[in-house]
């Protein structure tokens, strides 16, 4: 796969459609639904409360008999009950609505089939590059600032996505404001330990460079023009960064001020999730969607 939109085609053509369930539907995620139901991407149930979600489907243009209805009212119970239809086989994705991220990610780690505690979550922002090549930054999300053995598992699970998406080795790019090691930032020297444990095999199935600052990561021209001698400057597959908000930073830059197509993960996770931004461009939206579907598709496969 080269771009989301390409994931998203994937998706219209196959014949069986993923069921997601929405915990806490209103109007917001409905006006989501009706343009994922417009595509033939997926099917639904919404949990929320009926009488809301009922005028709500009337008022995008949908017939609520097209959709499967559970009525609770109480969010941290709409949680525990979406969790549960995914576990028990009757969705096949799980989907945030108007619910707290703290109390919706609370039901999901109660749960042993979605979460192992052995596990990291971390979030992925999956963008179309310049290069015409699948792009992913983490941790956009979740973990504020990593310490090393998270800046490991961040890294593990970017490349077990990467993979899914097609991208064989992936080459991975320890994100700085500059592109050799100095002792006054401390940073760097983790940058450069990322880079030896990974020519040292400890950590498996990628190539690691860094510190790299994004120019270098991503442009050959100006990794050329610092003579910088890597297999991941200038073709960087993932981006890590130091800790969130520059993630976060970087992802909303890429999103809303380049524009580029996107799509956001949250991996670590044994069964798809799909967590996205009130802020996320309704186009976005639908490339989140489409992406759990497509590796929700692999899985069962």
Same mark, same amino acid.
């Given at each position: ?20 369930? &929405? ?29 809301? &979600? ?15 209805? &559970? ?70 999300? &979740? ?159």
């Amino acid at each position: 796969m080269k771009s989301v939109s390409e994931i998203l085609e994937s998706v219209k053509k196959n014949e069986k459609k993923q069921r997601i369930v &929405i915990a806490n539907a209103t109007l917001e995620e409905i006006m989501v639904v009706k343009q994922t139901e417009e595509l033939n991407l997926a099917n639904f149930t919404l949990i929320g409360d009926e009488s809301d &979600i009922i005028d709500s489907l009337l008022a995008v243009g949908l017939d609520p008999k097209d959709m499967l209805l &559970i009525h609770e009212t109480n969010a941290k119970k709409c949680s525990e009950l979406a969790v549960q239809e995914v576990v028990e086989g009757r969705s096949d994705i799980l989907m945030k609505g108007q619910v707290h991220t703290a109390t919706f990610l609370g039901a999901v780690m109660q749960s042993p089939k979605f979460f192992d505690k052995k596990s990291r979550l971390s979030q992925i922002t999956l963008f179309d590059g310049l290069d015409h090549k699948l792009k992913l930054l983490s941790d956009c999300a &979740i973990n504020i600032q990593p310490d090393f053995a998270a800046k490991v598992d961040i890294i593990n699970n970017a490349v077990g996505v990467a993979k899914k998406l097609g991208i064989q080795l992936p080459k991975v790019a320890i994100l700085d404001a500059v592109e050799i090691v100095n002792p006054k930032m401390p940073s760097t020297l983790e940058a450069a330990a990322l880079t030896q444990m990974n020519r040292r095999g400890q950590i498996k199935d990628c190539v690691i460079d860094g510190p790299l600052s994004f120019d270098n990561a991503v442009f050959v021209e100006f990794a050329e023009l610092k003579d910088i001698d890597s297999e991941v400057a200038g073709q960087a597959d993932i981006l890590v960064t130091h800790e969130l908000r520059e993630a976060n930073n970087l992802s909303k830059a890429i999103i809303h001020y380049a524009q580029r197509p996107a799509a956001s993960i949250i991996a670590g996770i044994k069964l798809p999730l799909v967590m996205t931004s009130r802020s996320d461009r309704k186009q976005n939206k639908l490339y989140t969607i489409a992406v759990q579907c497509y590796l929700a598709t692999l899985q069962k496969g």
